[in-house]
């Protein structure tokens, strides 16, 4: 058990260092031996647990989708807002989660591995579908096209704010929400919506998440 725990940490930390290097210098920029350099691991060691960068690419990739925080609350469009939210406040502090939007952004990396916009979409869909059912939604809101547009006005927004140093995500993506939302949630809804930018901080708190304890830039 001990061997099998040593072999989830390295693989971890390999993982964790490529989406670093990937997010620091573009997926062309980055080599194997860079990696091994900066982790200080043999290249057998290494390939034990990846065979090339194109495998590492994947394996951050497969990280991006991810629920860490999110729990149930009385209203599915608050769930919807709220993964949105943790998503701002995580990726400054989590470089996998970084690194994923460095490779979607990237137009070779792009061209090799996709994203995860798609999977994205799909899980704001699936959410806004069920406030629709739930009465959540005004009529005219279309949950495809709008939780596609939201991951391309999410994505946007992260690019311009990461050129602003004196701007932060979580206060933008606040903002975001605060146009967006009384054009797509009912009256009654609307008013209970929170879309504070220390929500996402809380979120995590309460589930006890050790992501709020780690942070590459600050």
């Known amino acids: 058990m001990a061997r099998q725990d040593r072999a989830i940490h390295t693989r971890r930390m ?16 980055t080599s194997i031996g860079g990696l091994i350099d900066r982790i200080q691991l043999t290249r057998g060691g290494l390939y034990f647990h990846f065979t090339s960068k ?6 951050v990739l497969d990280e991006a989708v991810t629920m860490n925080g999110l729990a ?11 993964l949105a939210l943790l998503l701002a406040y995580r990726l400054p502090r989590e470089p996998l989660l970084s690194a994923s ?8 990396a ?46 946007g927004v992260q690019q311009v704010t990461e050129t602003l140093p004196d701007r932060d995500l979580s206060e933008e993506i606040s903002c975001l929400f605060e146009l ?9 809804v609307l008013a209970k919506l929170d879309t504070s930018p220390y929500r996402a901080e809380r979120l995590l708190l309460e589930a006890g998440s050790p992501a709020i304890h780690s942070s590459r830039r600050e």
């Open 14 to 29: 390999i993982l964790e260092a490529a989406a670093e290097m990937f997010d620091e210098f573009g997926y062309d920029a």
């Open 54 to 59: 194109e495998q590492l690419a994947r394996a």
């Open 72 to 82: 149930p609350q009385a209203l599915k469009l608050q769930e919807w807002v709220d």
């Open 101 to 108: 939007i460095r490779l979607s952004v990237d137009v070779r």
């Open 110 to 155: 792009r061209g090799l591995f996709g994203t995860r916009w798609p999977d994205w979409m799909r899980v704001g869909e699936e959410l806004l579908v069920e406030a629709g059912n739930r009465g959540e939604l005004l009529p005219h809101v279309e949950p495809a096209a709008t939780a596609r547009l939201l991951v391309g006005a999410w994505t």
């Open 180 to 188: 967006i939302l009384p054009n797509i949630a009912s009256a009654g």
